[in-house]
């Protein structure tokens, strides 16, 4: 199956801005959004701020790994 790197627009912190994600890390960070009763525009905005290198893009793809890394761990 291939995936195809779609660029999205969001607002963070009340700019707007794009990231490029595939599909599934696009649906993976909705639905650690919901989880958290957070928007995703909010959920964003905390990566952004917690970021310490790379871009915004980069950012999620890792965020969304480690949530589903540490939730793995909690399950086992």
């Not at 912190?13 to 928007?39: C, M, P, Q, Y």
């Not at 999620?60 to 939730?71: A, T």
Request: without cysteine; positive net charge.
């Amino acid at each position: 199956m291939k995936s195809h790197v779609v660029k999205r627009s969001i607002v963070v912190e009340g700019h707007k801005t794009s990231v490029s994600l595939e599909d599934e890390f696009w649906n993976a960070l909705k639905e650690i959004a919901a989880e958290r009763r957070e928007t995703l525009s909010e959920l964003v905005g905390q990566i952004d701020g917690g970021r310490t290198h790379g871009n915004l893009s980069s950012s999620i793809r890792l965020f969304v790994l480690q949530h589903f890394r540490m939730k793995s761990t909690q399950d086992a």
